[in-house]
């Protein structure tokens, strides 16, 4: 329960903001066992599924369609790229970072059946893949 003294109440939110602070810093400069070139985040995707095609969704703003490659590996569609910081990232003060930035891949398990990759486009800031039900 909050407690009704402001002063009790503003120092216990200080503390907490301290503790994330702290978290965040061993979080940045932790040893990383990682592979440079290995996946740092999955894009979110939306997907959607008629008889005859999958339309998949991909939420990757500011990455050029022409810098992700997205193939169908066995039972899997695999999309793999890399969002870079925007080049005035390089010549300012970074105040806040919320978009993932770095290699990412995400592997999406395909229903039954085999698929092609039909369409490719981008709508809005999503990649949108359309793959073909062959066969």
């Known amino acids: 329960m909050r407690s009704r003294d402001p002063n009790q109440w503003m120092w216990a939110e200080a503390l907490k903001l301290l503790d994330e602070a702290n978290r ?3 979080r940045f400069f932790e040893v990383s066992v990682r592979s440079v070139a290995a996946p740092q985040w999955e894009p979110p995707v ?6 005859e095609e ?12 022409e810098q992700v490659e997205a193939a169908v590996e066995g ?12 080049p005035v ?13 770095g290699r990412f891949e995400r592997r999406i398990a ?22 073909r039900r062959i066969a």
Do not use: K, M, N
């Open 110 to 131: 395909l229903p039954a059946g085999r698929f092609e990759l039909s369409t490719r486009q981008t709508d809005r800031g999503c990649l949108v893949l359309g793959l």
């Open 46 to 51: 939306d997907i959607f599924e008629s008889d």
């Open 75 to 86: 039972a899997e569609l695999v999309v793999r790229g890399e969002r870079l910081l925007p």
């Open 89 to 101: 990232a390089h010549t300012t003060t970074i105040r806040r970072l919320e978009l993932p930035h």
């Open 24 to 26: 965040l810093q061993r």
């Open 54 to 65: 999958l339309w998949l969704f991909y939420a990757l703003p500011g990455v050029a369609p």
